[in-house]
């Protein structure tokens, strides 16, 4: 079966560790994503990749790092230098980042609800 | 700027029929998503649009006008698993990737017996 996955599905962590949050494709999709979405908020983008060895930040990226070595996967490490880690987030992709049309909507994986304390 | 808007919260009777509505302001324009998302779980596609009007697939429809900026995402014969949040999203190509969505907070609708 294709698809998306995140792991784990739950994660804890002290304050002031960096952790990295796994999320893997077999779709072969160009692009991919990272959001956190938070009570009350809309899903916000954090970093976005259209092709393999390039990515560029969203909209809420400091504190965060990303990597993309590998088409399928697009892991997110959560520095400690992010002031509200606590949030769940949500990895997706698309066929591409350029395309218009419903075929190039983005596919989400479970989620990863990351909590510090 | 960029503004996405849909009612917070919702209720509805099992059997009837619902309309969320979303208004965006958006520097661009290349489509509207609706997604439904179960508590805790990852957002599923729904529907698209693009162009004015209305796209039916079977108990879901949303509609479109792009002069108003409006859409709405219409739910006929509610069913109990209906309860979700429900996600509106326009894709802007701001920043140089025409694939970026822009999401609204999301209408979370309770399906009461």
């Known amino acids: 079966d294709g698809g998306i996955t995140q792991s784990p599905k739950y994660l804890f962590r002290k304050e002031g560790q960096n952790v990295t949050l796994s999320c893997e494709q077999n779709l072969n999709h160009d692009a991919m994503y990272w959001y956190r979405q938070d009570p009350g908020q809309g899903l916000r983008l954090i970093y976005y990749?259209?092709?393999?060895?390039?990515?560029q930040k969203g909209d809420i990226a400091e504190g965060y790092s990303v990597s993309r070595e590998k088409k399928e996967s697009f892991p997110l490490t959560v520095t400690s230098a992010q002031k509200n880690p606590t949030a769940f987030y949500l990895c997706?992709?698309?066929?591409?980042?350029?395309?218009?049309?419903?075929?190039?909507?983005?596919?989400f994986g479970p989620g990863t609800r990351l909590t510090v304390t | 700027g960029q503004n996405i808007d849909q009612p917070t919260e919702m209720t509805a009777t099992e059997g009837a029929i619902v309309q969320i509505n979303c208004t965006y302001q958006?520097?661009?324009?290349?489509?509207l998503f609706w997604y439904q998302q179960h508590a805790g779980e990852a957002p599923t596609f729904l529907s698209y649009?693009?162009?004015?009007g209305l796209e039916e697939k079977g108990r879901f429809s949303s509609f479109l006008s792009r002069s108003k900026g409006y859409s709405y995402l219409l739910l006929k014969e509610l069913q109990m698993k209906d309860s979700a949040s429900y996600l509106c999203a326009v894709r802007d190509n701001y920043g140089g990737a025409t694939n970026k969505l822009i999401f609204g907070t999301g209408t979370l609708l309770a399906v009461q017996p």
């Open positions: 990749s259209q092709i393999v060895n390039d990515f």
């Open positions: 958006t520097s661009g324009f290349n489509g």
């Open positions: 649009n693009v162009l004015d």
């Open positions: 997706a992709s698309s066929i591409s980042g350029s395309g218009v049309g419903p075929e190039y909507e983005q596919y």
